[in-house]
């Protein structure tokens, strides 16, 4: 009953979302950029998935490993600071929502890594490789001494989620708007 209770005053949390004022339904969606690196072969590096041969496995999980780490503090440091009414079952939730695969892989085709990561031929581009790719970019910014970098971005990334939610939302009120009772003829 616990769980039923806190979805069913997620909606009502969301709309007091809206009525704070760090999101506009009515500007333009910010476009998400990644921060550029101090050192950009890093990158390149990091851009060469495992399925190629010239990539090393081994860094290349490693950074994923510490990125999703990295990635899941600073969401939950964000969340908590920009939602200071917002309860633990509520912060859990946005977390979990903020850290699914395919949020990070909208993320990584928002910042044009769905472009940008050499695969092997013919191997196919999966939610997984996106998201991977996206956590692996966190631990560069980390381990390059960027932490008020990532910062901005994330603050971003939790603005892009709230901005999005939000268009959602208003696109399912105008189809119910737009919905007339069926009458017969």
């Known amino acids: 009953m616990f769980r039923i209770n806190n979805f069913k005053n997620l909606h009502k949390f969301t709309l007091n979302i809206r009525k704070q004022n760090f999101i506009s339904s009515s500007k333009l969606q910010k476009k998400l950029t990644l921060p550029p690196l101090k050192d950009e072969a890093l990158r390149d590096e990091v851009l060469t998935h495992p399925s190629t041969p010239q990539n090393n496995h081994h860094s290349y999980k490693r950074y994923c490993f510490y990125g999703d780490k990295v990635y899941n503090y600073f969401i939950a440091r964000e969340l908590y600071n920009k939602l200071p009414n917002a309860s633990n079952a509520e912060l859990t939730i946005r977390t979990h929502q903020l850290i699914s695969r395919s949020f990070l892989a909208k993320i990584a085709t928002e910042c044009g890594l769905d472009k940008s990561i050499k695969l092997a031929k013919n191997y196919p581009m999966s939610d997984g490789i996106l998201s991977e790719n996206v956590e692996a970019q966190f631990a560069l910014y980390i381990l390059n001494g960027m932490e008020d970098e990532m910062k901005m971005f994330i603050a971003d990334v939790v603005d892009y989620y709230f901005e999005n ?14 919905k007339s009772p069926i009458t017969e003829s």
């Open 165 to 178: 939610e939000v268009a959602q939302e208003g696109k399912i009120q105008a189809k119910r708007k737009n």
